[in-house]
């Protein structure tokens, strides 16, 4: 239905340059590799209650006897803890991919719905211009000059703990990015000929907007939204770990460090050690995908 | 150009103006004023004195104008936790934060701008790919989990630096700083690393791009060609085009510095403002969280300002649209 309405010629070129796209990208090995990373890594999140070795929310799975042991170690009834247990006796491997699953799926909702708003702004006051257009920049251009983390810890620190309000906290953080990108493209595509000819048709105009403008104008928000979720993962880290993100009963990858921290000093250090660089791990492979999509995406550097 | 920078003057204070209202709006429209502001131990005599002098029992508009007035004369409310005027509490711990900032600042600088030369000069070698893979692990890595790492190792494993505080200070000119004592110092090194590396990594990156940008540029081809060595060709002549971008970069990324500093402090228990919120927000001591945002926005009012007028001095193309932007 939504690509019926774009004109055949439109969506081959398209295509074609989806296409042209995926073969530069497919040149870096790095990146490759670092896209074969997230995918596993997204996989290993999504079938989290099937491949994990225990469900660690589940205190009755729990063995207090099998607390902090290091890695490699066997629990009193003879299981294998790859990556050791927490003071709980939790097993780290299962809490990592547990923490994991939570720490992707806050930030992709909380990227998916930034976008969608950021782009629905950005479009907007490509289209619209003029005033509306300078207002809705100015609160783009005020809210960038503050960092992420600022904000972040206002909000939470106004609305409370929880995984909505840490959604929440993101979408604010990151809709500004997107509203920037889309506008900036937007406004060389609205000068373009095709839209002057669904003007002339006297399409309505939002549809203009979601069929002819959006389309077009989307691809630099892919390299920004890669870019953002990496960000977001961070960034929810960094707000559980100070004990202001997701409650302790479900915990991501940043509060699991944040109870690692206790009994680092004591020598268990695998309690935070491990947690970190799955984080590490995830947040660089992303990063590594939105560096070469940038470099594929963006002209200017192809020489 | 002097319309353009009271323009900017202009938007400071409305942002300014704006954030102030925000902060009102959140801490006496929504949720219960008397339970933020009042001290949940206070018996009734207080609670009702402190409700009259806050004016609580007026309306909101009337409120606005007390907030307002009290926040212009530097009253921000005293700390339930410390019985402390917020604003002095602040203040006292501003220095910490800023001298943390600025070590972080000079190693960010330090360290990303010969790297991303160098990464830009060659970009295919293996010294340069190292660089620019190594930036990228240097802003994906937590930051949080860098300090702890870096405890880990140095403190608890090696045991040759101090795990957190702030060490032993002196006095420069009433302001106590950690910077020129060997203790202090040792204090330092762990939390400034931490914070500089990510920054270290952007800086990086952005010297590289502007390395491989200018290489490519006629007056790097003429100095070429007047037969200047390559030494001096990249470390003068590529190294001046460089360094407008990062100039003005550095000044907002003080700003983000001492934001980001709220975690770095955590980490390593050091006595700066940005711990100070953290603790305010688990006690909720509201006061103090109220002054900490109002103190931060006016300082990166300031410091977005002050990049504006180095801005509008380095780049000719700013002074002369001024009329337009």
């Known amino acids: 239905m939504a690509l019926a309405d774009i004109p055949v010629a439109e969506v081959e070129a398209w295509r074609a340059r989806a296409g042209r796209s995926f073969a530069e990208f497919a040149e870096s090995r790095v990146a490759v590799g670092a896209l074969a990373v997230v995918a596993l890594l997204a996989a290993l999140a999504l079938l989290a209650p099937w491949v994990a070795p225990q469900n660690p929310f589940d205190l009755s799975q729990l063995s207090i006897m099998d607390n902090k042991l290091p890695p490699l170690s066997r629990g009193v009834d003879g299981q294998l803890y790859l990556l050791g247990t927490d003071d709980q006796g939790r097993d780290m491997l299962s809490a990592i991919i547990y923490g994991l699953r939570l720490s992707l799926m806050v930030a992709v909702v909380a990227t998916a719905t930034a976008l969608v708003l950021g782009a629905g702004v950005g479009l907007l006051a490509a289209y619209a211009g003029g005033r509306i257009d300078a207002i809705l920049m100015r609160l783009v251009d005020i809210q960038l000059s503050f960092p992420a983390i600022l904000i972040a810890l206002i909000l939470v620190a106004i609305l409370g703990k929880g995984v ?6 993101l979408i604010s953080v990151q809709w ?64 559980s770990f100070l004990g202001l993100g997701v409650p302790i009963t479900e915990p991501s990858l940043g509060l699991l460090i944040a109870n690692g921290y206790g009994y680092m000093l004591s020598g268990s250090y695998w309690i935070a050690f491990y947690p970190g660089i799955a984080l ?7 990063n590594l995908v939105g560096d070469r999509l940038s470099d594929v995406l963006n002209p200017r550097l192809n020489r | 150009m002097l319309a353009f920078l009271f323009r900017r003057l202009g938007q400071g204070l409305l942002v300014v103006a704006v954030m102030a209202t925000l902060v009102f709006v959140g801490v ?86 010969p790297a ?75 939390p400034a690393l931490t914070l500089g590396i990510y920054k270290a990594s952007l800086i990086t990156r952005l ?119």
Do not use: C
């Not at chain 2, 009702?48 to 004369?73: C, H, M, N, Y």
């Not at chain 2, 085009?241 to 990324?253: F, H, K, R, S």
């Open chain 1, 176 to 239: 500004a990015y997107y509203a920037r990108t889309i506008r900036g493209s937007a406004l060389v595509e609205r000068r373009r000929e095709y839209i002057e000819a669904a003007r002339s048709l006297a399409l309505p105009h939002w549809r203009i907007m979601f069929r002819h403008l959006f389309p077009n104008a989307f691809p630099p928000l892919i390299v920004v939204a890669t870019v953002q979720v990496a960000h977001a993962i961070a960034l929810e880290a960094t707000l």
């Open chain 2, 207 to 325: 010297a590289y791009a502007g390395t491989r940008d200018a290489l490519l540029q006629d007056f790097v081809r003429f100095a070429r060609a007047k037969g200047l060595p390559e030494r001096r060709v990249i470390g003068v002549h590529v190294l001046k085009a460089i360094l407008i971008p990062v100039v003005t970069v550095i000044g907002l990324e003080l700003g983000s510095m001492i934001a980001f500093a709220v975690v770095t402090e955590t980490v390593f228990a050091w006595p700066g403002m940005g711990k100070l919120l953290i603790e305010s927000i688990y006690r909720l001591d509201r006061p103090v969280i109220v002054a900490y945002l109002i103190v931060i926005v006016l300082m990166f009012v300031v410091i977005n300002f002050i990049v504006d007028v180095i801005y509008t001095l380095l780049d000719p193309r700013v002074r002369l649209s001024g009329q337009e932007v």
């Open chain 1, 164 to 169: 909505d309000k840490v959604v929440i906290a």
């Open chain 2, 28 to 113: 006496y429209a929504l949720g219960n004023a008397i339970d933020i502001l009042i001290s949940p131990e206070a018996d009734q005599l207080e609670r009702e004195q402190a409700i009259e002098r806050l004016g609580l029992d007026r309306p909101l508009w009337v409120q606005f104008a007390i907030f307002v007035k009290s926040a212009l004369t530097g009253n921000l409310g005293i700390s339930f936790v410390h019985g402390e005027p917020a604003l002095d509490l602040i203040l006292s711990r501003m220095p910490a934060t800023l001298e943390l900032a600025f070590v972080a600042l000079v190693i960010a600088v330090g360290v990303g701008i």
């Open chain 2, 116 to 190: 991303g030369l160098l990464a830009g000069v060659a970009p295919r070698s293996l010294l340069g790919r190292g660089i620019m893979t190594g930036s990228i692990l240097g802003f994906s890595v937590p930051n949080f989990w860098l300090g702890l790492m870096l405890i880990l190792v140095f403190a608890v494993q090696l045991k040759v630096l101090p795990a957190g505080g702030r060490g032993e200070t002196v006095d420069v000119l009433g302001i106590p700083l950690s910077l020129f004592t060997l203790d202090g110092l040792r204090h330092l090194i762990l």
């Open chain 1, 280 to 286: 590490l791990v995830v947040i660089a492979a992303i």
